[in-house]
């Protein structure tokens, strides 16, 4: 009995030990999104040059929804030439990418998209409503919709042509059966 | 006037302007003191350890917003932070719900204080009882070293 009591106490020390070596491994900035395989939220922007931008008026194609904005560095200035590149290479196969502009000046986001020559419709999302529609935590964040108008991957950080390539190409191929 | 006093007069004027009393929109009037309810039970996502109310960060303050418009479209408390689990999931309420899983972090810390009274109970019980016991033991001091002591202690008076 004594010698049970002896060792009670750091057995006892375990699991508080593994809970806090579980915690420590863990980023608290991975967090699951309740949104992939949900509908993707509707959304009716303005592009910086004016002309309309929202979800609908792209459905039946592959989506990529990136958030961005000029203050993220270096990540969106990163993954800027890479979904300036994507778009290029894959906008005649039916997909489309768009920039989401948050928590940002005009002027600031013009010069960005100048100084990374983008040609994709960039428009701003200035009251935060669609960030918070989409449960945007932080840039760059990008979600990938599918034909059917559903969140299908979360990608959280710069876009690369990796991630790009291998997702889109998943759910081109994908809804391209019947 | 120091300029880390303008600093803070100037944060208290923009708080005030972002917590002040809003232009009413649509069909009804919003509390500001139910914005502030809801906004104090969700966490800043871009700051982790502030609630909504608390953050000075931009995207809280585009957060309370869009609490504003919400009660101001009629939603109830409970649909405006229904819409924000819905897309942060659970992960956004600074306190978890009182089910589930999640019973644990309310139960764990209870159970974890009744185990450590009922220790500290057992080692106070044993510890008196042990003392009682042993003190026979110590008390067992030979002829020899009682004559030394009483000795000693006459000389010394």
Redesign the interface.
Known sequence: MKRLWRWLIPLAAIPVLALLAYGFRVSPRDIPSPLVGRPAPAFALATLEGAPLSLESHRGKVVVVNFWASWCYPACYEEAPVLERNWRGYRERGVVVMGLDIQDKREAAQKFVGDFGLTFPVAQDLKGTVSVDYGVYGVPETFFVDRQGRIRVKHVGAVTDDVFKSTVDRLLAETAAP | MSRAALALLAMLIMLGSTLGPAPVQGATTVNEDTVYDIAAQLRC??C?NLSVADSPS??AG??R??IRERLAAGESPAQVQRY?V????E?ILLSPPRRGFNLLVWLLPLAAVVVGLAAAATLVWRWSHRTRGARPATATVDAAMSERIRRELERGS
């Open positions: 996502v871009v982790q931009e995207m585009q957060m917003g869009i924000f819905d897309r942060y999931g992960w």
